[in-house]
């Protein structure tokens, strides 16, 4: 265990995980800004980088190394790890919602097609009953 005089050494991999984090910062601003279906292969990719993110942080090289030599740091690198396990669920959690939309939307956008093809299917009907309106009242027979 580290004495209180020494200084807190971070772990050996920090520059890796300060360029994971680079990473995803800019993944997520890519969330940001996409539409409902762009999100879905963006987070299945954010996904993919926060699992190895999240096991590069607890592996030997990682947030383990500070435990193992300060282990007063261990309560809250166990809160960390725990989030870690959250933000997986939560993104599980967004990857099934956003394709529940993407299938509505799908479905949205079949009835307004289907509702355009009825409403112009409804005026060409109009637009024949006036014709026949026009032709009997210019003396036409029908």
């Known amino acids: 265990m580290a004495s209180p005089d020494e200084p807190t050494s971070p772990p050996p991999n ?9 990473q995803l910062r800019a993944l997520l601003h890519e969330l940001t800004v996409a539409d409902i279906t762009g999100a879905v292969p963006l987070l299945r990719r954010l996904r993919e ?5 999240f096991e590069n942080e607890e592996g030997a090289d990682g947030f383990e190394s500070v435990a193992r030599r300060q282990p007063q740091f261990l309560p809250k690198l166990e809160e960390i790890f725990e989030e870690h396990r959250h933000f997986l669920k939560r993104v599980d959690s967004l990857v099934d919602s956003t394709c529940a939309c993407a299938r509505h939307r799908k479905e949205i956008l079949q009835e307004i097609a289907a509702m355009a093809h009825d409403l112009h299917e409804h005026e060409m009907k109009e637009n024949a009953l006036l014709g026949d309106i026009m032709y009997t009242d210019l003396g036409g027979h029908h």
């Open 14 to 22: 920090t520059r890796s995980i300060q360029e994971e984090h680079d």
């Open 49 to 53: 980088l926060l699992v190895r993110h």
